[in-house]
């Protein structure tokens, strides 16, 4: 849940109220005297379970399969989960969390929660349930058993309308029901009744009375006192119920008189499912299925099994969270002070803030790109893939001794979107909050599996979920060249200002044309380097910052005096190398008038319908600067892939590369043209398909996140690293491990980055490619321009080192070209070893001391094969 800080401080005051109050009876269904049998864990075979089976005594056994059974208990909805082939037991909830000392009254109550809610009231005032403690133990829950299965139904706080009393009854049919009560309790049903009759009312208050309740034309009426508290109403359904009175009769009531007394409180009811399938459990959440009182109030989260599988105080391992290429989070660190970790799967939306006037904190670049979380305790181990919903969801994680002795992570979805819109000039300083709507056709969907033994670690966890996209067709195995891929981006333009007889104007600065760039791939061949893979950006109109992709023509510059786009893309292709052209299908540098962009219409808003821009900051100090980069909503992107692949169809193009539509994912909360995040994913990777239909799936991602893998078959800017989060205790290549074998890969230009030995590293550590970034002019074209920061990209000051760099990494990747990664590990600090499908074994060591493994010595900050694969 978001204002994780925040809500600590009220879950400690409500602790505080929790511990004087008196603890409430926990409720029965009637789901509950219906196949109520307990599981007797001697006849199922005790002998062969661990002792941590020991609660499944009294849970139901609710569905079974060759891998796994569902365990129920029936009481307090918690389940388990017992995979047959080891016999582990992995439960919803901790078991001890009632005897746990380091946790508050209320904490041990919120750890028997299966999920909990975040709501906003009309006056922007935040609240939270959880579905043990304002569902569980008031007895609001229904247990529906279903195929593989079982389905619970919560309510979540309580709700008048809920009560089983007439809101507006006729006098005739009150008289009857009080007619079957106790002289007592029909005095006081009469005492919260207020008597309408037609003859008594005069004027306008006849007229008001007639407009809610129009039954009263007919017959006198009986309507609850607006101020009858609720316990009253509690005792008043007690009486009702006794009398024969039901919904139905109080349905039919408010339909022959009028109008029900509105709902002022804030109430929930979500079913949530789970199933196995085949070797995982998936927890699912339908929110067109949640119903809630929307009179003022508006649900914004869910968290959803916040303490699955989560590891006790003495337990040793670590949780995995995807920051970035992906990180560790120790079992009990003792960073009981440091921040829960919290993030947004695929980074935050800019459409939400775009209004920021200074840069996140947080590197973009290395924010969640794949939907996935776990953690390992001992010899065993669970991972979880957010299946549905992932645009909307979050991943959070914390250590034990904040809160509670626990160590939890866990997924959460956004059911509503908010933001405030100002309104200075209508009624001064104030704002006032909007939402966005809630129509998404999925569900919250969770899948669980688990691991055991020596495939129990972020290994392990990782290839299960190479698998699951093998499986679901979103990773094909690549044929690749024996020699480790020499990626080289070249630069064709920029425009720049300069001036003619004092008047400033934009020009278009050459920097890379087609022959110059035809001459430095020669020099790589000549030099013995035959896997190239070649980036073209700043080709067309506007150059590397340039015109919208709908009006995609190409610099004239770059041709004259030497070849044409299509002698160049035909030389390298009977040179067998790919060329990816760079188009930009999300972001616009220069709006130009008739480009078949318009902004107006084709920009995603904001909830007031602002258009949502994004911007540039400044290095230095991170503020917004005044270059403004306007977006392509995402329900305009597909007819602007139309439009880009209509424009370049005369040339012989074969590959793209599709820049920020990898990785960056933003709604348009404009009426007419609403996309949220999750819809955005859909028409995001529709515009994305057909490019690849076109291209012969030649495309080149940048950074991608998940749901682009299936359409990229190299990519650049692959995340090395995290954002290195004060919780995080080691950042692993869990996204390379996912990818490799399956695409071409490379992280970020060596030319580029501040660190070259170390990015280097991080490249062996994870089997990557190399890149380089490259013009042909000299550096200092670029000074007083907007691109500065390109302050290191001319070729001939590179080339040597390129070279002498390319073949230190190809004499010890070449030929592990094709082969996934089956196991990372860390060996001692700063020592992280490597394992290939056939056995090869790389030791990348990060210290300033040599190393020796398997009587290998590695130099300092060096690599090298310890083991030669077959």
Known sequence: ?????????????????????????????????????????TQQGAAAIPDDTKQLEGMKLAAENDALELYIDEAETDIAVRVKSSGDVWYSNPPGAQEDTGATAYYQKLMKSQFSIQYYNDNVQSSEMDNYNDSIAEGQFELQYIENGVTVVYTLGKTSSKLVIPDVISEERMNYYT???????????????????????????KDDYLKTYPGLEKQNIYIIKAGAKDYIKEELSGYFTTAGYTLEEKEKDTAENGKAAEDDKPWFK?????????????VTIDPKAIEYNTNGYYLIDIDLLEYFGAAGSKEQGYMFVPDGSGALINLNSGKVKAPAYNAPVYSQDKTLTFMNEWKS??????????????????????????????????????????????????AGFSYLKYGSISLDEIVGSNSFQMYSKADFEGTYSVRYSFLHGENADYSGMAA??????????????????????????????????????????????????????????????????????????GWSKGGLKGNAVTDTHVISKLTRKGISLKKYLADM????????????????????FLDGYYKLSNAPRYFDNTVAQTAEYNVANGKKTDTVINLISPDYIGKAADSFMSAVSKYPITGVSIGSVSYDLYSDLYKTNYTDRQMAISKNTQAVKALADEYGNRLLGDNANAYILPYVNSMLNAPMDSNRYEI??????????????????????LNMTDDYTTTLLKSAESGAGIYFQWIYSDNSVLKDTDFDYLYSVNYSNWLDKAIETYKKVNGVFKGLQGQTITKHKKLEDGVYKTTYEKGTEIVVNYNQEPVTVNSITIPAKDFAIVKEGV
């Open 1 to 41: 849940m978001k204002y994780r800080s925040l809500k600590k401080l009220i879950c400690f005051i409500l602790s505080i109220t929790l511990l004087t109050s008196v603890q409430k009876q926990t409720g029965r269904t009637e789901a509950e005297e219906v196949n109520s049998d307990t599981v007797n864990t």
């Open 179 to 205: 007619g079957q009560m106790e002289e007592k309790a029909a005095k006081k049903v009469f005492r919260n009744y207020t008597l309408l009759s037609l003859s008594t009312l005069t004027g306008s208050e």
């Open 270 to 282: 979500i079913p949530l499912t789970y199933t196995l399938d085949q070797d995982s459990l998936k």
């Open 361 to 410: 904190e947080v590197d973009e670049n290395l924010a969640v790109k794949l939907p996935v979380f776990g953690l390992k305790t001992g010899d065993k181990a669970w991972y979880a893939i957010i299946e549905e919903g992932d645009g909307y969801g979050d991943i959070t994680a914390e250590v034990s001794g904040v809160t509670n002795s626990y160590n939890n992570v866990f």
């Open 464 to 537: 299960g979920y190479q698998n699951y996209l093998i499986n679901k067709g979103c990773l094909s195995k690549i044929n690749n060249k024996k020699d480790t891929t020499f990626f080289v981006e070249y630069i064709g333009a920029i425009e720049k200002y300069k001036s003619f007889i004092g008047i400033k104007y934009r020009a278009t600065q050459t920097l890379t044309t087609f022959e110059q760039a035809e001459k430095i791939t020669g020099l790589l061949q000549e030099a013995g380097i035959e896997n190239i893979s070649v980036k073209y950006s």
């Open 573 to 592: 292709a009977n040179k067998d190398i790919p060329v990816f052209m760079n188009a930009d299908f999300q972001y616009v540098y220069q709006d130009k």
């Open 728 to 749: 995080i205790d080691e950042v692993v290549p869990f996204y390379e491990m996912v990818i490799r074998g399956y695409i071409d890969f490379a992280g970020e230009p």
